[in-house]
């Protein structure tokens, strides 16, 4: 298979490509599970996986290398080949990724103190870098059968720290001279272009973010442009707390739009406790594509925890120069699969999202994009209606993109609003009829050439919708996915209406809440569509078609399989199997919680019974109130968290820490009456005012059990 890229999109073998690319740090996620967190990604539509090589966490004491258990770098590449997955290695050598010093060892900037400058001895240690990085993905590059695509150099040089203009120009240059002359032969060289950053020639990858956690300010920040349809690439919210990006340093025309950090979620400082939301993240990737995205690049996908580190702590953190306190082990980052790879709404809304690019995405990747002046440009405007087309010219089929949502705002309401179609597309026809509270109608002609489409928009809708010329789409109906041929759509709920599946004119359709229950998966052969409450992903224990469906205990439902011939059957998969009852459930374990002496803060001894061994695992869920919390088992640090209100809880899950009884020593510090730290509007903090806040209010248990179905 072939790689390379055009002025519009990337392309496999020769044919335009709009892939779904997910972040996971293997050196943060326990090794014992790549295999499985993997499956989970691609399950959830990722086909690109994407990873920093993180030098401290690989040399942190000079000539002192580790490639060991999590570090093992070769062992991920391998595991990612085996998933059927491709991957861009992001080689540094500066990563920032919240990690000390941005990735760079102490060692390093103690010899080198001109280190990201053209300083031949800042060179020499790259030299040494890439050359024993490479060394471990030896073989398992494209062009020897492996699955590394891309390398990406460097990470927002020009933007946060290193030189501009013809001096960050050669430096990028140079570095990838260095990489290439360590062995990295690859289709694809990307470097991040927000921010006013250099790339130097090489594709330039984009990024947005829903919310600043870095930013410095403690109070509500404006309203993030990466919710309205635009022509602009630029976010620069990204790295502000290094001062705003001046704009790109390539030609726009030239280079497709891709994005690589999109946030998946956001990682909270000790300053600013953001918190991201699965409409927040949803929102943000259709106003990427209806602004021309064709690449959908998430930072993070898979959340993780910070490994131990031999000299220091790992994190970021004030002490070691950076402007941001983070926590020393936590790196959930609210991703779609967080730090013990539970999945979450997120994962839902981005799985359906990523179920349209992969089918209708190679038609998606040649269009023109069309952003009427009539949608608003800016932000702040919360009265109008966001809207882009995305068409092809010649076959006078297109796509029209809404986005009806802001970020902590409200939005008017659109019970009927007309809009014009573009030149274009002025010959589509369209079939009228009754529509959803959140819906599309044509206007009421049905033959003809008609100018407008009608729209009804509540606040907080974000959708798009299939136009073409010399067809009667179901107009209030939202592409999903293609069934053996078969067009899968997804409606917006309706009032008084609960049916999952339907079908009508050849199309399956699925009410709004079955379709980010859905996923599409291949089995004899055959695809067929499963809604299930659920995850299916492959099973990692085995090859071929076998899957296994991972549910949680407090979101159980009916299992369905859709065929492309609309058969519908419930349980098994064309088995004797049954759906699970929740009789079947594990039983939960319990907590014994004692309040232990503790000269500041509280501390307290959590004893857990055993994990039911039929359980997948066990998710501890601990509601705290305090400024954060650390977890300890055997006197080691296993985790910590940020405290971002007293409705949200901390989350653990059990299985990395052995089947049988557990006991853990809990520490919250307090939180004291003050203004300088940021709290979303929706978190509960204290009941009433004045209150210091250092308590553990309960310890509860959600067990996951695991069924192979087939």
């Not at 491709?86 to 919240?98: D, F, K, S, T």
């Not at 939301?277 to 929102?283: F, N, P, T």
Request: proline content about 5%.
């Amino acid at each position: 298979m072939t790689y390379s890229y055009d002025e519009k999109s990337l392309l496999r073998d020769g044919r335009r490509w709009f892939p779904v690319m997910g972040e996971i740090h293997y050196s943060r996620y326990p090794a014992g599970y790549w295999r499985e967190a993997l499956r989970k990604m691609k399950a959830g539509g990722v086909s690109i996986v994407s990873s920093y090589v993180i030098w401290i966490h690989h040399e942190e004491a000079e000539n002192e290398w580790d490639f060991t258990g999590c570090r093992n770098l070769r062992k991920f590449v391998e595991e990612i080949k085996d998933a059927g997955l491709v991957m861009i290695l992001r080689i540094g050598p500066w990563v920032h990724a919240e990690v000390r010093n941005g990735g760079f060892p102490d060692w390093l900037l103690k010899k080198c103190p001109r280190a990201r400058t053209n300083d031949e001895a800042y060179f020499d240690e790259v030299r040494k870098l890439y050359g024993r990085i490479f060394s471990e993905v030896d073989g398992l590059l494209l062009k020897d059968g492996g699955p590394i695509i891309g390398v990406q150099i460097e990470n927002e040089y020009g933007h946060c720290g290193g030189l501009t203009g013809e001096e960050g120009e050669a430096h990028m240059r140079r570095l990838l001279d260095i990489a290439r002359d360590a062995g990295f032969d690859v289709p694809l060289y990307t470097a991040t272009g927000w921010g006013g950053a250099v790339t130097a020639g090489l594709l330039p990858v984009m990024g947005g973010y829903c919310d600043a956690p870095w930013d410095p300010r403690t109070t509500e920040i404006e309203p993030s442009g990466n919710f309205v349809f635009t022509y602009e690439r630029n976010d620069h919210a990204i790295g502000c707390d290094f001062g705003l990006g001046e704009g790109v340093t390539f030609d726009m025309d030239k280079v497709p739009y891709l994005t690589a950090e999109l946030g998946g979620g956001l990682q909270p400082t000790f300053k600013r406790r953001t918190v991201s939301s699965a409409k927040d993240i949803e929102a943000m990737s259709v106003s990427k594509m209806g602004s021309g995205c064709n690449l959908l690049g998430y930072y993070m996908y898979h959340g993780g925890t910070n490994p131990q580190g031999r000299l220091t702590t790992l994190e970021e953190n004030k002490a070691s120069g950076s402007l941001n306190d983070l926590l020393v082990k936590n790196y959930d980052f609210r991703a779609p699969l967080g730090e013990y790879g539970h999945a979450n709404e997120t994962y839902r809304r981005l799985r359906r999202l990523a179920m349209f690019v992969h089918d209708y995405g190679e038609e998606l990747c040649g269009m023109k994009t069309f952003i009427p002046p009539e949608s608003p440009l800016q932000p702040e405007n919360f009265s109008e209606l966001r809207h882009s087309w995305r068409y092809d010219p010649e076959s006078g089929h297109g796509y029209l993109f809404i986005n009806n949502y802001q970020r902590h705002h409200a939005m008017k309401d659109f019970p009927c609003r007309l809009l014009k179609i573009p030149e274009e597309l002025s010959g589509a026809v369209l079939e009228s009829g009754v529509f959803p509270e959140s819906g599309i109608t044509g206007v009421q002609e049905t033959r003809g050439e008609i100018s407008h489409v009608a729209v009804s928009v509540r606040n907080g809708d974000c959708f798009f919708i299939e136009v073409s010329r010399g067809e009667n789409p179901r107009t209030d109906l939202v592409p999903l996915c293609k069934l053996d041929g078969t067009p899968v759509y997804y409606y917006r709920e309706r009032y008084g209406c609960d049916e999952a599946v339907s079908f009508c004119d050849g199309k399956i359709i699925l009410s709004n809440s079955a379709s980010l229950n859905a996923s599409k998966i291949l089995k004899g052969g055959k695809e067929l569509l499963v809604i299930s409450g659920g995850i299916v992903f492959e099973n990692p224990s085995k090859t071929g078609a076998d899957f296994v469906d991972e549910y949680f205990a407090d979101e159980r439902s009916a299992v369905l399989y859709v065929d492309g011939a609309g058969n519908v059957r419930e349980g098994g998969l064309f088995s004797d199997a049954e759906k699970k009852t929740a009789a079947e459930v594990p039983v939960s374990p319990e907590a014994f919680v004692e309040e232990l002496e503790c000269a500041h803060g509280k501390r307290y001894r959590i004893s857990v019974s055993p994990v039911p061994s039929d359980a997948c695992d066990v998710v501890m869920r601990i509601n705290y109130g305090g400024d954060s919390a650390r977890l300890y088992k055997d006197g080691n640090l296993v985790d910590d968290h940020l405290f971002t209100g007293r409705n949200i809880p901390w989350e653990i899950g059990l299985r990395r820490f052995g089947p049988g009884p557990s006991e853990f020593v809990l520490e919250i510090d307090e939180l004291p009456v003050r203004t300088d730290v940021y709290f979303e509007p929706s978190a509960v903090l204290s009941d009433g005012p004045g209150e210091t806040l250092c308590s553990l209010e309960k310890v509860t248990f959600a067990v996951c059990s695991l069924s192979e179905l087939g």
